[in-house]
């Protein structure tokens, strides 16, 4: 198994066990897709957990990969829309987790839709997905004037799409998949921080919005509606 020195060289961000999550996926969960598994960690606790389950990891990553090979059952070293056109095509899972990897891809809509289709009967996603519309964002833009680009968190640099409360909705009502349960992580300050532990007080209706960090969502299959998409105009 992969050392605590192993994965030392990464984003801490970015590994994890995520019990979060954990947390949300069903009890009854057999057949399990990590994308973007990073060094497998959460899929090795799920294992752990549920001796039986079979984890199938999604990881771009070489060298995270390389680690998560020895937690999982299988890793893919290549993109999820790759993996979908080609090796996952045929396969069926009972809940495909996407932590915190959506907001990376170029299109997550057509990539939710394509994970959407891969699940089994009472099949499930669960996603968490940073939250744009915090304070910290409005904070940066009114007040200093520039957008926030970070190593972590909700202005990761290598974000490439953002969401808040509305987008996460549209996004998985555009793939077919019906939020079930929507929960927060609140934050004040929007890295780590001891005045975080207040957050909570001011997760009150029309303020919640604004100290939410993080959504975690799980969603199934419902009635799918077409994706609200903004289209570049032609130059005149």
Request: a neutral charge.
């Amino acid at each position: 198994m992969p050392s605590a020195a192993a994965e030392a060289r990464f984003k801490t961000a970015y590994v994890g066990a995520r019990p979060d999550l954990i947390a949300l996926v069903p009890p009854d969960a057999r057949r399990i897709l990590d994308v973007g598994c990073a060094t497998g960690a959460l899929g090795a606790a799920l294992k752990a957990e549920r001796p039986e389950a079979q984890v199938i990891g999604v990881e771009v990553d070489p060298e995270m990969a390389a680690l998560a090979e020895g937690r999982l059952d299988r890793v893919l070293v290549e993109p999820v829309d790759e993996a979908l056109h080609g090796t996952l095509a045929d396969w069926r899972f009972d809940c495909v987790v996407c932590g915190d990897v959506l907001e990376h891809l170029p299109d997550p809509w057509a990539t939710l839709r394509g994970l959407a289709a891969l699940l089994a009967g009472g099949g499930c996603v669960v996603a968490s997905l940073p939250n744009v519309a915090h304070l910290d964002t409005l904070a940066n833009l009114v007040f200093r004037r520039r957008w926030p680009y970070r190593t972590r968190g909700i202005h990761d640099s290598t974000h490439l799409r953002f969401f808040a409360l509305a987008n996460v909705r549209g996004l998985f009502e555009q793939a077919g998949l019906e939020i079930v349960e929507l929960h927060r992580h609140y934050r004040i300050v929007e890295r780590p921080h001891r005045l975080n532990r207040l957050a909570r007080l001011f997760a009150l209706p029309g303020l919640r919005e604004l100290v939410a960090f993080q959504y975690l969502v799980v969603a199934r299959p419902g009635t799918p509606r077409p994706a609200r998409r903004w289209t570049v105009p032609d130059a005149p």
